[in-house]
């Protein structure tokens, strides 16, 4: 069968019905994935420094305070939208269970056993492992969960799978603890994630209503299936589950970009497009290579975003709701690029863990924990036995000079191919209705030899308000803080009917050009007939942005914003010179030039002070927004913008 996706509902449930998988899949207690506890030479065969650095990480993980999670803490979402109070002890849980079941693995000498039974009946113990964020899916809506009603989100995914790995490699010493804890394991399993996932349809991430799925669809997914694989023990159930979850991934996979772009961001790509690798490899690994879709090129390309994505150092483009700071799993990435055979990607993995300091020069550090691998079990295991192979590595970040993704309608370009050096400019189309959408139709960044200039601010801490109907109250959200016009106080509009029109593109060794029309991003009330925008990248020169509109009527006000963490000097009318300005963890802004007519402009330079601490992770105390006021606007007109090192 052709390695190409169709455009229908059904490609992985079609090419591997169900009775294909019946026949394909290795059974259950035949299966293994990694070596359990007990295959000591699996484990001491980990380099030395590894090893005694994870079991560091796990005797401080035996002296932490087990955290307490209360049931006023889980309804505070309910009654203020604050987050933070429960899942910050809920995620300590998880990351202390994970150390101790690392530790003992690694040692394997019994002395970690009692700190993992601790943690994993005391998890076991919790009403719910679904999040107050997203318990709103039980019929008793947002408040406590109602434990009569198992309703999966991400993270009851996420602790399901991080349970099932335990189980799976202590399952034997566990049960010299207590014959009765693997038993309760199974019976939290079945009933938190493998009974009501078979059974139930309704759950709006797997695809089978009318809700367009985002990265929950994969990630779910990829947590639902560890567990069915390592610990259903009907092996009937057991291939019905994973039939379902091929239905499911089709939603996400089918409709998916064919250039492999994310509409969610970089950010979210790790539990996006990552999160379809984690059940890819699952599955290869799951039927001993014989459902293989990592020649399949919408495969390779999803793979491949996560470089084009990356500006330089830990500055990614950051569209929609993802942070313009991260740090990728370099394991991941590497097994990833390995599997779709891209060396760059490959390269790219083996820079990240230099950078994130996994290795140095071919050696490993003696501080690794779990966590500096991978957030979760399922991805700690492979990168953990990749470690030494990444090791030997040739290590580089590709810094692909030119990169066009025309369904998502993003574009990339840099001075030079392979190099931070001179300018950098990134922008978009799209519409108003992406996958954690900003109204940014149109809006673009820059950054100049690797170091942010002009930018996208990105989003405060999710709050309740964040996924509500308010969600555009937030000024993070609204075109007004982007690189974009607003006409007589009237921004971009939410919506898939808000878009961009006419969008081109064209590069060639000199230039690279991109435009589009805008106008339709707008509601009707801006009385736009047109608003042409024309980026132009003049290769080791500057960036001209170029705008030309055409109104219905003539606008009592037109502006133009730009972000910059910069400092700004706009004491030369026609010139803002950006200096650089401290960040955070030791970055700094870049430094460049803003030309413009002062024939047509008068500038204010607004400083927002920053006490969110999401934003303040990246940008520090303060940004700046550059507002560009006409200051004769017209019906119709044109303007420039120029920016320069």
Not at 40 to 57: F, M, T
Not at 452 to 471: C, H, I, M, N, W
Not at 605 to 613: L, M, P, Q, R, T
Request: proline share 6%; charged share 20%; glycine share 8%.
């Amino acid at each position: 069968m052709s390695n190409t996706i169709e455009n229908t509902e059904s490609y992985l449930s079609r090419k591997y019905p169900l009775e294909t998988l019946k026949k394909i899949l290795a059974p259950r207690a035949q299966w293994k994935p990694f070596p359990t506890a007990g295959d000591r030479a699996g484990w001491e065969g980990l380099p030395e420094a590894v090893r005694q650095a994870h079991i560091r990480a796990g005797e401080t993980a035996l002296t932490r305070a087990w955290p307490h999670l209360e049931a006023s803490n889980y309804l505070q979402y309910a009654r203020n939208g604050n987050r933070d109070q429960y899942e910050k002890p809920y995620f300590a849980r998880r990351d202390i269970l994970g150390a101790l079941v690392i530790a003992e693995c690694v040692e394997g000498k019994g002395r970690f056993l009692d700190g993992v039974t601790n943690a994993l009946w005391s998890i076991c113990e919790e009403s719910s492992w679904v999040l107050p964020a997203h318990i709103g899916a039980q019929q008793a809506g947002f408040g406590l969960p109602d434990t009569a009603e198992p309703v999966v989100d991400l993270f009851d995914g996420e602790t399901a799978a991080h349970v099932a790995w335990t189980a799976y490699l202590l399952g034997d010493q566990l049960q010299t603890v207590s014959p009765l804890i693997m038993p309760r394991v199974l019976r939290e399993l079945q009933l938190r994630i493998l009974t009501p996932n078979l059974e139930r349809d309704d759950f709006w991430w797997m695809g089978f209503g009318p809700r367009k799925v985002n990265n929950w669809n994969p990630w779910v997914n990829s947590n639902w299936l560890a567990c069915a694989l390592l610990m259903e023990q009907d092996e009937e159930r057991r291939a019905a589950a994973v039939y379902k979850i091929l239905r499911s991934l089709d939603r996400f996979l089918v409709p998916y970009p064919k250039d492999g772009g994310c509409d969610e961001g970089p950010g979210y790509w790790s539990r996006a497009g990552a999160s379809l690798y984690d059940n890819l490899e699952l599955l290869l690994n799951g039927t001993a290579g014989q459902l293989d879709e990592f020649g399949n090129e919408l495969v390779c390309e999803i793979g491949r975003y996560v470089y084009r994505a990356h500006i330089a150092g830990k500055f990614y483009l950051n569209f929609a709701d993802a942070s313009s700071v991260l740090t990728p799993e370099p394991t991941l990435i590497y097994t990833y690029g390995k599997r779709i055979a891209d060396a760059r990607m490959q390269g790219f993995g083996a820079w990240l863990a230099e950078e994130a300091g996994l290795i140095e020069k071919g050696i490993f550090p003696a501080r690794i924990t779990p966590r500096d691998i991978a957030p979760s079990l399922g991805r700690v295991l492979p990168g953990l036995f990749t470690l030494a192979e990444l090791a030997q590595q040739p290590a580089a970040p590709p810094l692909v000079r030119d990169v066009f993704l025309p369904e998502i309608q993003v574009m990339v370009a840099r001075d030079h191919d392979g190099s931070t050096q001179g300018l950098y400019v990134a922008a978009k189309g799209g519409h108003n209705d992406e996958s954690h959408n900003h109204n940014d139709v149109g809006n673009f960044v820059t950054y100049i030899d690797g170091k942010p200039v002009l930018v996208d601010v990105g989003v405060e801490t999710y709050t309740r308000k964040t996924f509500s109907a308010q969600r555009y109250e937030i000024w993070t959200m609204q075109s007004a803080y982007h690189s974009l016009p607003t006409i007589n106080g009237v921004m971009q509009a939410p919506g898939e009917a808000f878009a961009a029109h006419d969008v081109q593109y064209a590069a060639t060794e000199d230039s690279v050009r991109f435009s589009l029309d805008i106008a339709a991003a707008y509601p009707a009330q801006a009385q736009l007939k047109s608003w042409q925008r024309t980026l132009t990248l003049e290769r080791g020169r500057q960036l001209l942005v170029a705008d030309a509109y055409e109104m219905a009527a003539k606008p009592a006000e037109l502006t133009l914003s730009l972000m910059t963490p910069c400092q700004v000097d706009d004491s030369q009318p026609g010139l803002l010179v950006l200096s650089p300005a401290p960040l955070v963890n030791g970055l700094t802004s870049g430094a460049g030039k803003v030309s413009y007519d002062p024939v047509v402009f008068s500038v204010r330079v607004e400083e927002i002070s920053i006490n969110d601490a999401r934003l303040a992770s990246t940008w520090g105390q303060r940004l700046c927004r550059l507002l560009f006021v006409a200051k004769d606007p017209q019906a119709s007109g044109a303007w420039q913008i120029r920016v320069s090192a």
